[in-house]
């Protein structure tokens, strides 16, 4: 009878062990979830940031690509205008000597 007795005490030692191991068991697996959904939610807000990336990385290709476009009509801007002085300067010079001219003739 103390035999049985041993048995079933241990039995019931096992059975809590058991029942012990099975809740540390489903706790690893609620923190395992846990941790699955949280990396989920990083891939995700991973994969967000990198769309962002991509889109800020086309639009900054889009400026670049306006701001040399923009560069080079300044540049032929520029020269125009400095050939656009260069014969306004002319035309200056060309009307001052016509003056001259005429001054000098009418001085005759």
């Known amino acids: 009878m103390d ?3 041993g ?4 039995l019931r030692a ?3 062990s058991l ?3 099975m809740v540390s068991l489903k706790d ?13 939610n990083l891939e ?4 967000s940031l990198q769309q962002h990336t991509d889109m800020m990385t086309s639009e900054r290709d889009e400026l670049k690509a306006t701001l040399s476009h923009l ?3 300044a540049l032929q801007n520029a020269t125009v205008h400095q050939e656009l002085l260069q014969k306004n300067e002319e035309l200056e ?6 003056k001259e001219e005429i001054s000098n003739l009418m001085k005759t």
């Open 14 to 16: 096992t059975k809590e």
């Open 7 to 10: 048995e079933r005490d241990e």
């Open 44 to 47: 995700e807000k991973l994969f």
């Open 28 to 40: 690893v697996e609620a923190e395992l979830l846990s941790l699955r959904n949280e990396k989920l």
């Open 19 to 21: 029942t012990l191991e």
């Open 71 to 73: 560069q080079e009509e």
């Open 3 to 5: 035999e049985i007795t």
């Open 93 to 98: 010079q060309g009307q001052i000597s016509q």
